[in-house]
């Protein structure tokens, strides 16, 4: 039995045209997640994450606070089941 997990999250504040998604990017594959990051046309950031609670928890604590020059203000979250969908993470296209 899986003991992944999967969490959307909707990033708000300054986090486009700081790194935010890249650098996202390399912290979800140095804790071993999948998924992807995308910036919204509304100015916020979004992720789809899967991988073992415990990194999912880590990589949620630091998109509270995000790259050094991000300014997060609030971040929203969705839990559910892994599908196992994702090879690795991913930047994708704003949408």
Not at 27 to 49: H, I, M, P, Q
Not at 78 to 84: F, L, P, R, S, V
């Amino acid at each position: 039995m899986s003991t992944q997990r999967r969490v959307t999250l909707r990033i708000q504040g300054t986090v486009q045209g700081v790194s935010y998604r890249e650098s996202s990017r390399a912290e979800a594959l140095r804790l071993g997640l999948n998924g992807w990051v995308r910036n919204r046309s509304d100015g916020s950031v979004e992720a789809t994450v899967e991988g073992e609670p415990a990194a999912l928890e880590d990589f949620i604590s630091w998109c509270h606070q995000g790259p050094r020059m991000a300014r997060v203000t609030h971040v929203a979250r969705t839990d559910g089941g892994a599908t196992g969908e994702f090879r690795t993470f991913t930047v994708e296209r704003t949408s």
